[in-house]
Every structure is written in C-alpha cells, then in structure tokens.
C-alpha cells in the first residue's frame, strides 16, 4: 500500500522524464489520486493556477494531492502536498485566469476532475509548453 512517504516516489516512476508533457502527467495524476494511501481519511485534491502574486513574472499550473498527517495519538501533526508543477510566461491570456479549485466541494473525485476538465482555466494551459515543470512533494 501506498504511504505518504513513498507518494513521491511512485508519481514520479509512473510519469517518467517528461514532466513537460501536461496530458501525459495530468492523466498519471488522475488515476494516482484515486488510489488509497495508508492513514489518508479525506482525499484533498486540488486544482490551482494563476499569475504568482509576488513577483507577477510565471503563471503557475499546478496538480496538488494533500496529505493531513496524524501522530501516534491521532492528533494533528502537519500536512504535505504533493504536486506537479508548471510555469509559463504569463502572456495577456494566461493573465485573465485564476482558479482555486479543492475535490472536497464535490459529491466525488470523478465529478471534481470532469469540473477541472471542463475550465477554459484547464484547457488553455494545457496545450501550451511550460518553461519549467517538477513535480515533488513539500510540507506545508
């Protein structure tokens, strides 16, 4: 079974050494956040992009799994994100979107990625060619 500490690990060797293929990695994302990781009671996905707000110079495009992590009492210790990430010069088209998307607002997973799916905020980005993409995991 998959555990928060090998999530990074696995995403990666499914996706490979293209990480600048957005369909490519957004489908690989899909099917990993529908599987089961030990100790994950919620699954909190999230769809995000926009024109950074402090230096204006990238828009992000971003894939996040989070993970809310207990200790052996069962109280709250921190949370990590996993994500998949890319940049692009962020052109007058690109400027006009930002969205903040979070799977729990949704009846379920499906529903939530049919939802990002059907964004021009999602469409338009992922033809294009980011500058930088990465994916890897953080605590928040």
């Not at 994302?29 to 009671?41: I, L, P, T, Y």
């Not at 992590?69 to 069962?74: H, K, P, Q, V």
Request: glycine share 2%; hydrophobic share 35%; charged share 35%.
């Amino acid at each position: 079974m998959l555990t928060v500490s090998n999530t990074e690990t696995c995403l990666k060797n499914r996706i490979g050494e293209n990480t600048n293929d957005i369909k490519k990695v957004w489908e690989e994302f899909k099917a990993f956040s529908k599987e089961a990781v030990e100790g994950e009671d919620v699954k909190e996905i999230l769809f995000q992009c926009g024109v950074d707000d402090y230096t204006e110079k990238k828009f992000y495009f971003d894939f996040v799994r989070q993970f809310t992590i207990l200790d052996e009492e069962d109280e709250y210790s921190h949370m990590e994100q996993l994500l998949c990430s890319f940049e692009f010069k962020p052109t007058d088209e690109l400027c006009k979107f930002k969205v903040t998307e979070w799977s729990m607002y949704f009846e379920d997973i499906d529903e939530f990625f049919n939802h990002i799916e059907s964004l021009q905020e999602f469409k338009v980005p992922l033809n294009l060619k980011p500058i930088k993409s990465e994916v890897y995991q953080t605590k928040v």
